[in-house]
């Protein structure tokens, strides 16, 4: 779930993602947001990673990095992102993807690097999209010690 109280205020995520296998532990996953929300053919429809400022990887809003993966699952809060959900930039409306591996922050010395972090196939992905204040505030009571 992501949360931005006011336009200049900062992007809070917190990802619980399940389904790893359980003898993935201590791998890494990247995460980034993808140009599209189309989900019409899976995580292939969504497009690249979202730059709207046409900057190399990993300094496109929305490349959040790596997570790793503890009993088949990623759960983090993630503060201060540079991505935000207000203005002329903001990312709702496109996508959120789960990497196959790490993302190489740019220093793979390729293009791809430059591009996506060379983090391979999309394993997950959704559009990023507004809830109700009732859902956040059930999210927040599940996971209150998160």
């Known amino acids: 779930m992501l949360k931005q109280t006011y336009p200049?205020?900062?992007?809070e995520a917190y990802f619980i993602i399940q389904g790893f296998p359980l003898n993935s532990n201590g791998s890494h996953r990247a995460i980034h947001i993808h140009s599209f929300g189309d989900v019409s053919n899976g995580c292939d429809s969504t497009g690249g990673h979202y730059n709207p400022f046409s900057v190399n990887h990993p300094m496109h809003p929305g490349d959040f990095g790596n997570f790793e993966v503890q009993d088949g699952k990623i759960q983090k809060?993630?503060?201060n992102l540079e991505a935000t959900l207000?203005?002329?930039y903001s990312i709702f409306g496109k996508s959120m993807v789960v990497h196959k591996l790490a993302d190489d922050l740019g220093k793979g010395n390729n293009q791809a690097s430059l591009e996506n972090g060379n983090a391979g196939t999309r394993l997950a992905c959704c559009v990023i999209g507004s809830s109700s204040k009732a859902s956040w505030d059930k999210f927040t009571a599940l996971y209150e010690d998160f």
């Open 8 to 11: 200049n205020g900062k992007l």
């Open 77 to 79: 809060h993630w503060a």
């Open 86 to 88: 207000f203005g002329p």
